[in-house]
């Protein structure tokens, strides 16, 4: 969703915050650097830490809810 970001035109941020349904207003003035979230796994992204914590809530979740 949302339009490709401008090759042409310096936007302030992270490139992807514009799309992102994620984005804060950290996003929309700092662009994040790349760092490794978990071994072998890099991301750009400030939230990124976030989703990694909520996969985890989730699978936790749906393991309770398949095996009880």
């Given at each position: 969703?949302?339009?490709?970001?401008?090759?042409?035109?310096k936007?302030?941020?992270?490139l992807?915050?514009?799309r992102?349904?994620?984005?804060?207003?950290k996003?929309?003035v700092?662009?994040?650097?790349?760092?490794?979230?978990?071994?072998?796994?890099?991301?750009?992204?400030?939230?990124s830490?976030?989703f990694?914590?909520?996969l985890?809530?989730?699978?936790h979740?749906?393991?309770?809810?398949?095996?009880p």
């Amino acid at each position: 969703p949302g339009m490709v970001p401008s090759l042409i035109e310096k936007i302030p941020g992270c490139l992807f915050a514009p799309r992102c349904s994620y984005a804060s207003e950290k996003c929309e003035v700092e662009s994040p650097q790349l760092a490794e979230h978990r071994k072998q796994h890099y991301a750009a992204c400030w939230e990124s830490g976030n989703f990694a914590h909520r996969l985890e809530h989730l699978r936790h979740d749906l393991c309770h809810c398949i095996w009880p």
